[in-house]
């Protein structure tokens, strides 16, 4: 419906109401009226009746209409207001326009009313929208002033030359300065000199668009920090489109950039790192992964990104165990532990994991992160570790029993030798005697056995060509083996020059050949090879710490049936054996075992059941030049004895007993005493002072050693044979003396120690 005009009259007289309402009518305008006469009635309509225009006569009775114009005025200025009137002077018209009339008409003139309502109208609605808009721009401008000085970003006005018209709170606080110190002054006080240039640049750029959009440059503070920011700009124009000044703002990154830096730091950091870190989505789905994870897994970095993290299942572990890693993480605990997992290319490997959720702000996990690391190496070297702890304490117990087994071999051979010595020819004790002397002598070599496993055996270690060796075990070699086995040895052209026993090494081979033996029961082909090999492959896989360099390599290659990996695994162990009860000691490879040890090598053992098996013996590499051709263990086939004083020095009663017994029948004048102090009276006591020592090593109060150094002070031309049965403690003095003492191993027999003093004697 059509909004209707209120129209309030102020008018005594009916007859012009009526005029007035018939005028207004004609024009066919939609109105209601109310007319009023008295000051009072005229307020209270403007209140309550709130007239859309206000028609009054100037002359009232009580009233008039230029008092009415003040009170419309005051209480409804906004509302039009037109003198409708019988007569008026020029004067009061003026007077009526400047207090505020629209317009005045005279009743004479009827015709003239309605087009000044609609001017007076028209004239309001303009104004109204005048002053909306007035208000509204205002108000704009109020909101860009409180924008402007609260705002967080950087905010300043720029004249066209770049001198700076206003800076806001943030601005002026960032920077340091108070305002009146920065208004006026050039931009260019306000950034950085490597941004200048760049600034030269934009500014360029802004006056010809009008704008700049996230620009990157540095400012400086007062007090000569940098700090990056991002600059927007825009121009503000007059109604001729002239350029008046620019708005400026900067959003200050310096935090995001620290944060970037720190980031780029971290990422690089993962990046670089040795463990390889995996980061999924909440269902195990890869999100990322470090180059790590490539080097270790085999995949492609884009190959894992969007798969799920069973493509490293190996199947080594159980549903539950899964199943206890994810309720873990699940709860938001950290799951740490390891696993055995499979690369792209099948071959599994075993790691050390961390695996954690990460939480948002919410407490919500948005991701899992695993931090991984290869062990695999590790938990080798962890076995070898282990390995190695069994058999040397295997090795101590060995040398331990060697030491009280070999005293009493000592006197169980000496014993038979001088029993032996007692009987005529044909006597039928002499067999007897002889089994007796076969067996001491098959427990010595057992002990033996037990020495050289345990590397403490005392040797004679000498530059052997290792071509030299094989050439020269070839025929005994042959002979052993007999006609099934066809044997080959494929010497290095050059000299293969290493350190070693020579007995020793002949022993390494024998046994070697004889484990070839044994693994083909019915025929089959045996190898020797010497060579020249580098300490990679193989050897490093199994000792990876081990140095790298040439070194000479021996391998015993036989085609027979071959050893399973349990079984591999076991070889070295002392007493471990495959044969049944009563064909084998189990002493035979680790012997071996303990000899290349001992020698400062490394041996490897490869095999599969039905492909045969190959032993790779690795030996340092000696600098020296071998010897012609082997030495050969002197035996002495005329025992000498003589007449020179002898002290005898052993805690074991038996040994002392039989010595005293043996050599005194060879001649000797022989003194005996059980421990050193003991030996060091008797040596003050005796008038003529002994010529040759024969101690113990090991003597329950000083060692052999010391004992010869204090008696060799009061005789500097007293020699000196050392005895030993094998302890720890024994083979240490052994190698204080540099190896080059005249040193007899327990059990000997009198052929060896009568030979040995005589030889010592006549040096």
Same mark, same amino acid.
């Given at each position: 419906?059509?909004?209707? /005009?209120?129209?309030?009259?102020?008018?005594?007289?009916?007859?012009?109401?009526?005029?007035?309402?018939?005028?207004?009518?004609?024009?066919?305008?939609?109105?209601?009226?109310?007319?009023?006469?008295?000051?009072?009635?005229?307020?209270?309509?403007?209140?309550?009746?709130?007239?859309?225009?206000? /028609?009054?006569?100037?002359? =009232?009775?009580?009233?008039?209409?230029?008092?009415?114009? +003040?009170?419309?005025?005051?209480?409804?200025?906004?509302?039009?207001?037109?003198?409708?009137?019988?007569?008026?002077?020029?004067?009061?018209?003026?007077?009526?326009?400047?207090?505020?009339?629209?317009?005045?008409? /005279?009743?004479?003139?009827?015709?003239?009313?309605?087009?000044?309502?609609?001017?007076?109208?028209?004239?309001?609605?303009?104004?109204?929208?005048?002053?909306?808009?007035?208000?509204?721009?205002?108000?704009?401008?109020?909101?860009?002033?409180?924008?402007?000085?609260?705002?967080?970003? +950087?905010? +300043?006005?720029?004249?066209?030359?770049? /001198?700076?018209?206003?800076?806001?709170?943030?601005?002026?606080?960032?920077?340091?300065?108070?305002?009146?110190?920065?208004?006026?002054?050039?931009?260019?006080?306000?950034?950085?000199?490597?941004?200048?240039?760049?600034?030269?640049?934009?500014?360029?750029?802004?006056?010809?668009?009008?704008?700049?959009?996230?620009?990157?440059?540095?400012?400086?503070?007062?007090?000569?920090?940098?700090?990056?920011?991002?600059?927007?700009?825009?121009?503000?124009?007059?109604?001729?489109?002239?350029?008046?000044?620019?708005?400026?703002?900067?959003?200050?990154?310096?935090?995001?950039?620290?944060?970037?830096?720190?980031?780029?730091?971290?990422?690089?950091?993962?990046?670089?790192?040795?463990?390889?870190?995996?980061?999924?989505?909440?269902?195990?789905?890869?999100?990322?992964?470090?180059?790590?994870?490539?080097?270790?897994?085999?995949?492609?970095?884009?190959?894992?990104?969007?798969?799920?993290?069973?493509?490293?299942?190996?199947?080594?572990?159980?549903?539950?165990?899964?199943?206890?890693?994810?309720?873990?993480?699940?709860?938001?605990?950290?799951?740490?532990?390891?696993?055995?997992?499979?690369?792209?290319?099948?071959?599994?490997?075993?790691?050390?994991?961390?695996?954690?959720?990460?939480?948002?702000?919410?407490?919500?996990?948005?991701?899992?992160?695993?931090?991984?690391?290869?062990?695999?190496?590790?938990?080798?070297?962890?076995?070898?570790?282990?390995?190695?702890?069994?058999?040397?304490?295997?090795?101590?117990?060995?040398?331990?029993?060697?030491?009280?087994?070999?005293?009493? =071999?000592?006197?169980?051979?000496?014993?038979?030798?001088?029993?032996?010595?007692?009987?005529?020819?044909?006597?039928?004790?002499?067999?007897?005697?002889?089994?007796?002397?076969?067996?001491?002598?098959?427990?010595?070599?057992?002990?033996?056995?037990?020495?050289?496993?345990?590397?403490?055996?005392?040797?004679?270690?000498?530059?052997?060509?290792?071509?030299?060796?094989?050439?020269?075990?070839?025929?005994?070699?042959?002979?052993?083996?007999?006609?099934?086995?066809?044997?080959?040895?494929? =010497?290095?052209?050059?000299?293969?020059?290493?350190?070693?026993?020579?007995?020793?090494?002949?022993?390494?081979?024998?046994?070697?050949?004889?484990?070839?033996?044994?693994?083909?029961?019915?025929?089959?082909?045996?190898?020797?090879?010497?060579?020249?090999?580098?300490?990679?492959?193989?050897?490093?896989?199994?000792?990876?710490?081990?140095?790298?360099?040439?070194?000479?390599?021996?391998?015993?290659?036989?085609?027979?049936?071959?050893?399973?990996?349990?079984?591999?695994?076991?070889?070295?162990?002392?007493?471990?054996?495959?044969?049944?009860?009563?064909?084998?000691?189990?002493?035979?490879?680790?012997?071996?075992?303990?000899?290349?040890?001992?020698?400062?090598?490394?041996?490897?053992?490869?095999?599969?059941?039905?492909?045969?098996?190959?032993?790779?013996?690795?030996?340092?590499?000696?600098?020296?030049?071998?010897?012609?051709?082997?030495?050969?263990?002197?035996?002495?086939?005329?025992?000498?004895?003589?007449?020179?004083?002898?002290?005898?020095?052993?805690?074991?009663?038996?040994?002392?007993?039989?010595?005293?017994?043996?050599?005194?029948?060879?001649?000797?004048?022989?003194?005996?005493?059980?421990?050193?102090?003991?030996?060091?009276?008797?040596?003050?006591?005796?008038?003529?002072?002994?010529?040759? =020592?024969?101690?113990?090593?090991?003597?329950?109060?000083?060692?052999?050693?010391?004992?010869?150094?204090?008696?060799?002070?009061?005789?500097?031309?007293?020699?000196?044979?050392?005895?030993?049965?094998?302890?720890?403690?024994?083979?240490?003095?052994?190698?204080?003396?540099?190896?080059?003492?005249?040193?007899?191993?327990?059990?000997?027999?009198?052929?060896?120690?009568?030979?040995?003093?005589?030889?010592?004697?006549?040096?």
């Amino acid at each position: 419906m059509e909004k209707k /005009l209120r129209i309030l009259m102020l008018e005594d007289a009916p007859a012009d109401s009526e005029l007035i309402v018939h005028e207004v009518r004609k024009a066919g305008i939609p109105f209601i009226s109310k007319r009023v006469e008295t000051r009072e009635d005229f307020l209270r309509e403007l209140d309550e009746f709130a007239p859309d225009i206000i /028609l009054s006569d100037y002359r =009232l009775p009580s009233f008039d209409g230029l008092s009415a114009l +003040y009170l419309k005025n005051e209480h409804a200025p906004t509302t039009p207001f037109i003198i409708v009137t019988g007569s008026i002077n020029e004067e009061v018209a003026v007077e009526c326009i400047k207090a505020g009339s629209d317009d005045y008409v /005279l009743k004479e003139n009827l015709i003239r009313l309605c087009p000044a309502v609609k001017k007076a109208l028209d004239n309001k609605q303009n104004k109204e929208k005048k002053e909306q808009a007035e208000k509204a721009l205002r108000e704009s401008e109020e909101r860009f002033r409180e924008f402007f000085e609260n705002a967080p970003l +950087y905010c +300043y006005m720029i004249s066209t030359n770049g /001198l700076i018209l206003n800076a806001n709170s943030s601005a002026l606080e960032a920077l340091g300065y108070m305002k009146d110190e920065l208004i006026g002054k050039p931009l260019k006080t306000i950034y950085a000199p490597e941004s200048l240039p760049k600034m030269k640049q934009l500014f360029s750029i802004w006056k010809k668009d009008g704008n700049l959009k996230g620009e990157e440059i540095v400012i400086i503070t007062k007090k000569g920090e940098r700090r990056a920011v991002l600059l927007s700009a825009s121009t503000v124009k007059n109604k001729d489109e002239e350029i008046m000044h620019s708005i400026t703002l900067q959003i200050d990154i310096t935090e995001r950039k620290r944060a970037e830096a720190r980031m780029h730091i971290l990422l690089a950091a993962i990046e670089q790192a040795s463990e390889a870190v995996i980061m999924t989505a909440p269902d195990g789905t890869i999100q990322y992964v470090n180059t790590a994870f490539e080097k270790i897994t085999g995949y492609p970095r884009q190959e894992a990104m969007g798969k799920n993290t069973n493509i490293l299942k190996s199947g080594k572990q159980e549903t539950e165990f899964y199943k206890n890693l994810w309720d873990t993480i699940k709860n938001e605990g950290v799951w740490k532990g390891r696993f055995v997992n499979k690369k792209k290319d099948g071959t599994l490997y075993e790691e050390n994991a961390t695996i954690f959720p990460v939480i948002d702000p919410d407490g919500k996990i948005v991701n899992f992160t695993k931090i991984g690391r290869d062990v695999t190496e590790e938990v080798k070297l962890e076995k070898q570790f282990l390995q190695s702890q069994k058999m040397e304490a295997i090795g101590r117990l060995a040398g331990g029993i060697a030491h009280d087994f070999n005293n009493l =071999l000592t006197g169980i051979t000496v014993s038979a030798e001088m029993a032996k010595a007692e009987l005529r020819h044909g006597d039928p004790m002499l067999e007897y005697i002889k089994d007796i002397s076969e067996t001491s002598r098959r427990a010595a070599d057992l002990v033996a056995q037990l020495l050289a496993f345990s590397r403490k055996q005392i040797t004679s270690p000498v530059i052997i060509d290792l071509n030299e060796a094989i050439r020269s075990m070839d025929r005994v070699i042959r002979r052993v083996i007999g006609e099934g086995i066809e044997f080959t040895s494929i =010497l290095h052209p050059k000299v293969l020059p290493i350190k070693i026993d020579a007995g020793q090494l002949d022993q390494i081979i024998m046994n070697l050949v004889v484990n070839a033996l044994d693994a083909m029961p019915r025929g089959g082909k045996l190898t020797i090879k010497a060579g020249i090999a580098d300490m990679e492959g193989d050897i490093k896989r199994v000792y990876p710490l081990i140095e790298p360099g040439q070194c000479v390599i021996l391998e015993f290659m036989d085609n027979g049936i071959g050893i399973d990996k349990e079984t591999l695994s076991q070889i070295f162990e002392p007493f471990f054996s495959t044969k049944d009860t009563g064909k084998g000691t189990g002493l035979g490879l680790s012997t071996v075992y303990g000899i290349v040890k001992q020698a400062c090598g490394h041996i490897v053992a490869q095999s599969e059941p039905g492909k045969g098996t190959t032993f790779k013996l690795y030996f340092p590499l000696s600098s020296g030049k071998p010897k012609s051709g082997q030495e050969e263990s002197r035996q002495t086939s005329l025992v000498l004895g003589g007449d020179e004083p002898i002290i005898i020095v052993d805690d074991e009663k038996v040994i002392r007993k039989l010595l005293r017994k043996a050599l005194t029948r060879a001649g000797y004048k022989v003194h005996c005493a059980s421990n050193g102090e003991e030996a060091q009276i008797l040596f003050k006591s005796l008038r003529e002072r002994p010529t040759l =020592l024969i101690t113990d090593m090991v003597l329950p109060d000083m060692s052999g050693v010391e004992l010869a150094l204090n008696l060799q002070e009061r005789t500097p031309d007293l020699r000196t044979v050392f005895i030993s049965g094998y302890a720890k403690e024994a083979y240490d003095h052994y190698i204080q003396l540099d190896r080059h003492a005249d040193f007899i191993a327990k059990p000997f027999n009198m052929s060896q120690i009568l030979g040995k003093i005589r030889e010592v004697l006549d040096r």
